[in-house]
């Protein structure tokens, strides 16, 4: 069973910047394609990112181009998700998710707990 851990959110100003991980366990990540998936209060969840076992990454929100980074570490077995110039839509829980799959496809089977990201103005 894979078990996936999220930490780094909090409460950061506008413009500010966060950087979240995800520490997977349970089997090596190096045969996985990882995401993240936000959910804004009242709103439906997202796909923000995803890199897959080629460590390719994709943005899959426009609003977030150029601000957000994803990226894995195999050997720390760890994904993260390095935001930054923070706006208040960013707002929300932030998901890890992994599946394993070569490549993203916006669909996961294994998930993370959450963690709450505030951008405040």
């Known amino acids: 069973q894979v078990h996936l851990v999220e930490s780094g959110g909090g409460l950061v100003q506008i413009g500010g910047s966060l950087r979240l991980s995800c520490a997977v366990s349970?089997?090596?990540?190096?045969?996985?394609?990882v995401g993240w998936i936000r959910q804004a209060p009242g709103k439906e969840r997202e796909d923000v990112a995803c890199?897959?076992?080629?460590?390719?990454?994709?943005l899959y929100l426009d609003s977030v181009k150029g601000r957000f980074t994803i990226s894995r570490d195999n050997a720390k077995n760890t994904m993260y998700l390095q935001m930054n110039n923070l706006k208040p839509e960013d707002t929300g829980v932030y998901y890890c998710a992994a599946r394993a799959l070569k490549y993203c496809t916006m669909s996961y089977d294994f998930w993370g707990q959450g963690t709450q990201v505030s951008v405040s103005s």
């Open positions: 349970g089997s090596s990540l190096d045969a996985y394609s």
């Open positions: 890199v897959n076992t080629l460590n390719m990454p994709m």
